[in-house]
């Protein structure tokens, strides 16, 4: 009887994209596939250890199953990801229930370490983090018309609040020819938006070809028969040159959105942070690409509560996001970890505080894309269908302005069934805070 595996993958698009190889590489062998935990005899938890929340929802995934194969539901655990690999001995000691606990340089042979687990081993493998594959065939666990390109592993940046370099490692680029390969195979069967990922986006090619080749790879992708919309991510600001807004500018599969984490706006907190830019020159950035690629949406993620940020930092970056007006923001009370250089600093600020400021930004946020929303009234736009609401009767989805998983939807009715992946043109009636209210033009 073949036996049934479950993936639980936790944390960002970049994890996700883990996940579906290690799936791949199961199915292949043999295994069954099923989605959901409780349903398998061997559940694999491919975990996030980036903060403090993160890593709390991974153990609390873990201790659940964990109750779930005590009551012999489950029979096996394998757990996997940046929690385990941050960690190595000290979680295979944290969880006992674990059957296997690897590194994720040891994901590539995830056939062979549920081998060793369905053999009656308890096996504990940590490889070096650099074997961690870049390239690999995929089961795309996503809606079946989109799908993320990671095209670079690791970071290099060392930014002084964050342990993704001591995770991942160095950053590491995927060669161009194995990153257009990938995306082709994906409209082939089937995917019309990619989104492209790396933890800096903007530096892709940079350690294999001495430059960055984000656009050169841009275009590329472009030419690809079947994709329709083609999203950048995590496109950091000191890196954001002419040649790729050009690019986003002139090239009608681009989506015109740019993803950008600047993390503050305070020029002595972003030193601290080891990032770049002040106040001017970030506003002068937003504004060069608002000039450059009119009508774009600018998305960005700010940290609140860094060691030493002061209440007049504070005002200072609450006042930039009023003046920039950004599209879309996300905000983050910073994160004390171990490791990092920032966890060291002396003058840390209490999780209160940070939270509180995260929440005073992200209250301003809305009553800003309320606003924009607003002056949507009564456009018209191409949005892709995702699903059926049976609960508010109307098909929901997505257009160009909104990246999956991350921002809003807009909610239509329709006079004539959709399909999910199918593209429509909707005119806007309403808001929803975040979100949008429309209806399918008939033509």
């Not at 990671?150 to 002084?160: I, L, Y």
Request: hydrophobic fraction near 40%; proline fraction near 4%.
């Amino acid at each position: 009887m073949p036996v049934k595996v479950g993936m639980v993958s936790l944390g960002c698009s970049k994890n996700l994209v883990d996940s579906e190889r290690m799936l791949y590489k199961l199915k292949k062998h043999g295994y069954t596939l099923v989605t959901e935990p409780g349903l398998a005899d061997i559940a694999v938890v491919n975990t996030c250890g980036f903060i403090k929340s993160a890593k709390e929802e991974a153990i609390e995934t873990i201790l659940e199953l964990g109750k779930l194969k005590a009551e012999g539901t489950l029979k096996k655990i394998v757990l996997t990801g940046c929690l385990i690999e941050r960690y190595k001995e000290e979680a295979a000691e944290l969880f006992p229930e674990a059957d296997a606990v690897v590194g994720i340089g040891a994901n590539k042979d995830i056939v062979d370490v549920l081998d060793h687990v369905l053999a009656g081993e308890r096996y504990l493998l940590f490889p070096p983090k650099l074997d961690a594959e870049l390239t690999g065939e995929r089961i795309i666990s996503t809606l079946p018309f989109f799908s993320y390109l990671k095209v670079a592993e690791g970071c290099s940046n060392c930014c002084t609040y964050c342990a993704i370099p001591l995770i991942r490692g160095k950053f590491r680029s995927v060669p161009m020819e194995e990153v257009i390969a990938e995306a082709r195979e994906m409209a082939e069967n089937g995917v019309t938006e990619l989104v492209v990922i790396a933890q800096d986006t903007s530096r892709y090619g940079e350690d294999l070809y001495g430059k960055s080749k984000l656009p050169e790879l841009l275009k590329e992708l472009c030419k690809i028969d079947g994709l329709r919309w083609i999203r950048t991510l995590y496109c950091y600001p000191e890196r954001i040159t002419d040649e790729l807004l050009d690019t986003i500018a002139s090239e009608e599969k681009l989506v015109k959105y740019l993803e950008i984490p600047i993390q503050h706006c305070d020029k002595d907190i972003l030193s601290r942070m080891g990032r770049w830019g002040s106040p001017e020159e970030l506003e002068a950035l937003f504004r060069h690409i608002r000039e450059k690629i009119p009508g774009v949406i600018l998305r960005t993620t700010l940290i609140t509560g860094f060691p030493g940020e002061t209440e007049e930092q504070f005002t200072e970056l609450a006042e930039f996001v009023q003046r920039v007006r950004f599209d879309r923001l996300g905000c983050f009370a910073y994160s004390q970890e171990e490791g990092t250089k920032a966890s060291e600093f002396p003058d840390q600020i209490d999780e209160e505080t940070a939270a509180r400021r995260a929440d005073i930004i992200m209250e301003q946020q809305m009553l800003i894309s309320a606003d924009n929303n607003q002056k949507l009234i009564g456009k018209e736009f191409d949005a892709v269908t995702e699903g059926f609401d049976r609960f508010g009767e109307c098909w929901f989805g997505r257009t160009a302005n909104d990246a999956p998983d991350i921002d809003g939807k807009v909610f239509f009715t329709s006079d004539k069934p959709l399909s999910v992946g199918e593209f429509t043109r909707i005119k806007i009636t309403d808001t929803l805070d975040y979100d949008l209210i429309g209806e399918v033009i008939t033509t």
